[in-house]
């Protein structure tokens, strides 16, 4: 009986750590598909008159993509790369985290609360961030940046 109670848990031990791998692999955007978000957050903004710089980052926050429109002023384009990079590290809107700005992080490099910047996620995976700067209202920025995420989100669905 012990020897057959022992037999089980072997078993059982070596089928959880065989489920187990020592590496994770992680999804990442192409760069055709995140340049593909970035000119649509930017025609989505010019629609409405807008002239703005879009920022699409990885999952570790390294840019990607950076598009500046040709009136954009030059800022749009540091203040962009900041809301996706904020975006991608706390996984969220950045218009949720604005209650964040009084706080400690608020002081560290590339971080900001602005509206404009959101995370990329579909199908259970996060991508990256997007972040959108230029127009007088962030509200305006988060739209563009959806429209942007909305351009390829059907294929990332799929995957």
Do not use: W
């Not at 590496?23 to 002239?51: D, F, P, W």
């Not at 900041?82 to 490099?109: C, E, P, V």
């Not at 007088?136 to 294929?155: L, R």
């Amino acid at each position: 009986m012990r020897v057959l109670v022992l037999l089980c848990l072997g078993i059982f031990s070596s089928q959880l750590f065989a489920e187990q791998s020592p590496v994770i692999s992680t999804k990442r955007l192409t760069m055709e598909y995140a340049l593909k978000m970035a000119q649509g957050a930017i025609n989505a903004c010019r629609q409405k008159g807008i002239q703005v710089g879009v920022t699409v980052v990885d999952r570790n926050g390294q840019p990607q993509v950076m598009l500046r429109d040709v009136l954009a002023p030059i800022l749009t384009a540091e203040v962009s790369m900041k809301k996706a990079y904020t975006a991608a590290m706390f996984i969220a809107a950045t218009s949720a985290l604005q209650r964040q700005a009084g706080s400690s992080l608020a002081h560290m490099d590339n971080i900001m609360f602005g509206a404009g910047g959101l995370p990329i996620q579909a199908g259970g995976e996060i991508y990256g961030g997007i972040g959108v700067s230029g127009a007088p209202d962030g509200k305006d920025d988060e739209k563009c940046a959806q429209t942007g995420i909305n351009s390829i989100i059907e294929d990332l669905e799929l995957l």
